[in-house]
């Protein structure tokens, strides 16, 4: 199992689950509640699944792809170390990632 720890845009939230291996972060927060669309399903079509890697994190994960790049700058809040949670691939490499929720996040499928 992995662990993820996803902080609240305030800070004032925190919470850590267990993820299998294999499974994408956007999948994992969805399900723990993080206010995530996800709305283009995976298709990259969007930049509603943007999250903040801690920096001590960001070098553990593979390198963004071009488009993903593209598509995070049309997103707002983005920092040096925003990366799209659909294009985040969970491993046991990752085990105690962190990542926090962007000021603005939110789920128009109120989850």
């Known amino acids: 199992m992995t662990r993820v720890v996803f902080i609240s845009a305030d800070g004032e939230h925190r ?3 267990e993820a299998s291996p294999g ?3 956007l999948d994992v927060a969805q399900a723990d509640g993080q206010p995530l669309e996800g709305t283009c399903e995976g298709q990259m079509a ?3 699944c943007h999250v903040i890697v801690d920096a001590a994190d960001f070098a ?6 071009e488009m993903e790049e593209d598509l995070l ?7 040096r170390t925003s990366r799209l949670a659909c ?11 962190t990542v926090r929720m962007p000021v603005g ?7």
């Open 87 to 97: 294009q985040i691939v969970l491993t046991d490499a990752l085990d105690g990632l």
């Open 46 to 48: 969007c930049s509603t």
């Open 23 to 25: 499974q994408h972060l």
């Open 105 to 111: 996040a939110r789920n128009m499928q109120g989850r």
């Open 60 to 65: 553990r994960l593979p390198r963004a792809s």
């Open 15 to 17: 919470s850590e689950v």
């Open 73 to 79: 700058d049309l997103a707002s809040h983005v920092t």
